[in-house]
T-cell receptor, first 111, second 114 residues
Framework: GDSVTQMEGPVTLSEEAFLTINCTYT??????LFWYVQYPGEGLQLLLK?????DKGSNKGFEATYRKETTSFHLEKGSVQVSDSAVYFC??????????FGKGTMLLVSP | DAGVIQSPRHEVTEMGQEVTLRCKPI?????LFWYRQTMMRGLELLIY????????DSGMPEDRFSAKMPNASFSTLKIQPSEPRDSAVYFC????????????FGEGSWLTVV
């Protein structure tokens, strides 16, 4: 079945540092890939998505590229802020199925 | 546009009581999902409706849990009787089935059973 593997957290960074959160997946066919973000005490918000190989999703300075050859969708940001502290979830959806989530990676950014 | 609306946002109840969580999906969306989030298990899909019909309820933990979607703009998740291990955040989400497959989440209902 479908599965998503994310790096375990927490990831602790200083403000303005470079961020990478790794995500790899296993799926049949050609899934759509997503990153969701959950701020403390809130629900999940879609951060970015990509629907086919080599697509790059981007939003709020975050980027992720759909790499079919490595079955990966790593999240990156060039300069993190304290306000980026949250839990980040990688997810996939095959066809019209439901979302399969990774376990989430907590990011803590200090001033 | 209003997003997915859930109520109550927070509920504390005693073991054995009935709990009803409510959800209003985004207008026009035809798929609705109930997820549960705990520290131990992360995000778990409980049940998935399409056009008001339950498609996959394999994630519903046991008979104490039931979900209904009487129309396109309303769904409930009921726990009867509730137990302390049901304490979690319950998220409702909705989607308009298109090529993007984007699922939009509500703010969650934070349930504590004591």
């Amino acid at each position: 079945g479908d599965s998503v593997t994310q790096m375990e957290g927490p990831v602790t960074l200083s403000e303005e540092a470079f961020l990478t959160i790794n995500c790899t997946y296993t799926a049949t066919g050609y899934p759509s890939l997503f990153w969701y973000v959950q701020y403390p005490g809130e629900g999940l918000q879609l951060l970015l998505k990509a629907t086919k190989a080599d697509d790059k999703g981007s939003n709020k300075g975050f980027e992720a590229t759909y790499r079919k050859e490595t079955t990966s969708f790593h999240l990156e940001k060039g300069s993190v802020q304290v306000s980026d502290s949250a839990v980040y979830f990688c997810a996939l959806s095959s066809g019209y199925s439901t979302l399969t989530f990774g376990k989430g990676t907590m990011l803590l950014v200090s001033p | 546009d209003a997003g997915v609306i859930q109520s109550p946002r927070h509920e504390v109840t005693e073991m054995g009581q009935e709990v009803t969580l409510r959800c209003k999906p985004i207008s026009g969306h035809n798929s609705l999902f109930w997820y549960r989030q705990t520290m131990m298990r992360g995000l778990e899909l409980l049940i998935y409706f399409n056009n008001n019909v339950p498609i996959d309820d394999s994630g519903m933990p046991e008979d104490r849990f039931s979900a209904k979607m009487p129309n396109a703009s309303f769904s409930t998740l009921k726990i009867q009787p509730s137990e302390p291990r049901d304490s979690a955040v319950y998220f409702c989400a909705s989607r308009l089935e298109d090529l993007g497959n984007t699922i939009y989440f509500g703010e969650g209902s934070w349930l504590t059973v004591v």
